[in-house]
């Protein structure tokens, strides 16, 4: 993994990473960005049917903030599987 990369300063959008992060944690930022933006624009309330295409990074992603909607109840079905 490299530690350092170069960009154009007047093209890119520069985020300071904390340090309390290590560089395994700080690599998932983007990913689960992302699942999380996904679920926000979909407008799942509880009750409804998710289906997650794929189990990578932002799949997971979408899972665990899917679970976090529907937090408030005891138990929430997610493909054949009670959490």
Avoid at 1 to 22: C, G, W
Avoid at 41 to 57: L, Q, Y
Avoid at 64 to 76: H, L, N, P, Q
Wanted: charged residues 20%; hydrophobic residues 40%.
């Amino acid at each position: 993994m490299a530690e350092y990369m170069r960009f154009p300063s007047q093209k890119s959008i520069k985020f300071n990473v904390p340090h309390s992060l290590t560089s395994r944690e700080s690599v998932f930022i983007e990913p689960l960005s992302c699942a999380v933006h996904g679920v926000e624009r979909s407008d799942i309330h509880f009750g409804d049917t998710v289906v997650v295409s794929g189990c990578g990074a932002i799949g997971l992603g979408m899972i665990g903030a899917a679970k976090t909607i529907s937090s408030s109840c005891d138990s929430v079905r997610f493909d054949g599987f009670a959490t």
